[in-house]
């Protein structure tokens, strides 16, 4: 988790200081990430499984990476962390739903105060985060929430992972030359995105493929509660980032709500 919330603050780091410009971090961000999980594939010595390629899931994950660096242009670490795993739970919750998993009284509770919590943290006001980068950012987590879908069915999550990253670098780099205009890459910049790529990303997702065999969809789920908060807490530190009322109202609500829905499937499967 600590791994995942430093892609946010590598990013915002990078861009809030002009140290590179948004598509430029995305492709790099990529490309070594791509580069980092295909070396771990060749030195972990496993026999590879067969499985089809997903544009599907290639297409999603460019997405993310494309918007996120975006939104990281006006978005603080903290805030941009939110909204990105808010966005995430709320998709995979919409999505159980639609394919007919019945929420109970209380998981709809949970539902509604997590949502209103996003609500409440992009309303207009003067502490408000940017909206263009709010929404930026939330379209990235949908994009997440339906990568993390599409792969719940993968015979070999890391090789799946690492074959995405491959196909996603042809079409980032299309999208620098695109916003070519805009480029801007120093060495420190360039740096910071291939530490996101291949150490916050690669070995981040090596990590958590690991540590998944021992956790239960409910515990992997809920884990992923700190991510927001150690980016909150890091982006106050490193970046000098002012944790703001609205952002710890707007925090405890989200995440309070997602936990309460957790929680609520958590026992409902037990119970069966």
């Known amino acids: 988790m600590v ?27 990529i490309v070594a990430g791509a580069a980092m999980l295909w070396l771990i594939m060749l030195l972990r010595r496993q026999p590879k499984k067969s499985a089809r390629t997903d544009l599907r899931a290639t297409a999603m994950l460019l997405t993310y990476m494309v918007f996120f660096a975006f939104a990281y242009r006006s978005l603080g ?4 962390a939110l909204i990105l795993f808010g966005a995430v739970q709320l998709t995979m919750f919409a999505r159980a739903l639609q394919s ?4 109970s ?12 919590g996003l609500v409440y943290l ?26 993390s879908l599409l792969g719940r069915g993968a015979v ?28 801007t890459a120093t060495p420190h910049g360039l740096l910071l995105a291939a530490l ?31 991510v927001p908060v150690i980016a909150a807490l890091g982006g106050a530190v490193i970046l000098s980032e002012q944790i703001t009322p609205r952002l710890l109202i707007a925090s405890l609500a989200t995440l309070g709500g997602v936990a309460i829905v957790l929680t609520r499937r958590a026992a409902k499967a037990t119970a069966r």
């Open 100 to 103: 007919g998993e019945h929420f």
């Open 196 to 226: 996101s790529g291949a150490i916050a990303s690669g070995c981040g997702y090596v990590i958590w493929y690991a540590a998944l065999p021992g956790l239960t969809a409910t515990r992997a789920a809920t884990v992923q509660l700190t």
């Open 3 to 29: 791994a995942f919330a430093t892609n946010s603050l590598l990013c915002r780091l990078a861009l809030g200081q002009g140290l590179i410009d948004a598509s430029s971090f995305a492709s790099v961000r």
């Open 77 to 80: 670490a903290g805030t941009g």
């Open 105 to 116: 009284l209380p998981s709809w509770a949970g539902f509604i105060l997590a949502v209103g």
């Open 156 to 183: 070999d999550a890391l090789g799946a992972t690492a074959r995405n990253f491959a196909l996603a670098v042809p079409p980032a780099l299309i999208v620098s030359l695109i916003f070519m205009g805009d480029f």
């Open 122 to 147: 992009v309303l207009p006001g003067v502490t408000a985060p940017d909206p263009v980068g709010a929404l930026l950012m939330a379209v990235a987590g949908v994009a997440w929430g339906f990568y």
